[in-house]
């Protein structure tokens, strides 16, 4: 593996059964492996009775990747590609499970990436743990900003668990934790109301501390009533600091506010 990925390699088997019964994966489905790396996880998926594609950037990793699958190899494509540049296209009709312990320098990249793509159910990924939680973050924690938004509102996230840095080789200096996500049938943000959205949500984190009528009417260059009046109708308290405001309240906002 490419040093300037920084990939830590999952070692504990107890972690990666779970792993494998996070994505919910069973005899028959195809799943999509991102970072097999050594193929230690690869080769649980393979005896769970999935057909599974593989894409690793490292090209010597690749090719070790099929004597390394044990029995299972027949059911198993590797792609020795960078799934950022990857053509999700290829991959053929799914629905595909999603699952990897993946690079933690792009992890989030890949994460942005999967969302967008509309062939894949559930996925289980491993994440550094500061990370896992900005994902899951529910409304009104610190952790609680954009990245969580930006799942919601395509996916439902939780921590499925954590591990410390002895699960891995090398130790990484970080705990580390899987998230187990479920693509929605539909985005819960109409499409005309997103681009708003954004606009909306980005300025009000970047100043998180502000209560955020204010942050938005300056954005927005509106009379700071009219926006509360929007705050009003959302449900949403003048006085509200953005990591108090949820998803839905957000998507309230964008479409109180787009006229």
């Given amino acids: 593996m490419k040093a300037k990925l920084g990939q830590h390699f999952l ?34 998926l393979l005896d769970a009775g999935a057909r599974v594609t593989a894409v690793e950037l490292d090209d010597a990793l690749a090719a ?13 494509t590797v792609l020795n590609e960078d799934f950022l540049r990857l053509d999700l296209a290829v991959l053929g009709p799914g629905p595909w499970r999603v699952a990897g312990n993946l690079p933690y320098a792009v992890a989030t990249p890949i994460l942005q990436k999967l969302l967008l793509w509309d062939g894949w159910t559930t996925a289980a990924l491993m994440f550094q ?6 994902i899951a973050a529910a409304t009104g924690g610190a952790d609680y900003g954009l990245l969580a ?3 919601r509102a395509r996916a439902d996230a939780d921590v499925a668990f954590e591990l410390p840095p002895g699960a891995f080789a090398p130790r990484p200096k970080v705990d ?12 819960r943000l109409a499409a005309e109301d ?20 204010g942050v938005l009417a300056h954005a927005l260059n509106r009379p700071r009533p009219e926006v509360e009046a929007a705050f009003a109708a959302a449900g949403v308290a003048a006085a509200a600091r953005p990591e108090e405001i949820p998803f839905d309240a957000w998507a309230a906002l964008a479409r109180g506010l787009r006229a």
């Avoid at 088997?13 to 193929?39: C, F, T």
């Avoid at 070790?64 to 198993?76: H, T």
């Fill in 11 to 44: 070692k504990d088997p107890a972690a990666l059964d779970a792993i494998v019964a996070a994505a919910g994966v069973a005899a028959g489905d195809a799943v999509l492996e991102i970072g097999p790396g050594k193929g230690a996880l690869t080769k649980p």
């Fill in 64 to 76: 070790a990747l099929p004597a390394r699958a044990g029995a299972g190899a027949a059911r198993l």
């Fill in 129 to 134: 743990k500061e990370v896992a939680l900005r």
């Fill in 149 to 151: 938004l930006s799942v």
């Fill in 176 to 187: 580390s934790a899987v998230v187990a996500l479920k693509r929605l049938a539909r985005p």
């Fill in 194 to 213: 997103e681009r708003l959205f954004w606009r909306l949500a980005k300025a009000a984190f970047g100043q998180r501390r502000k209560m955020a009528a």
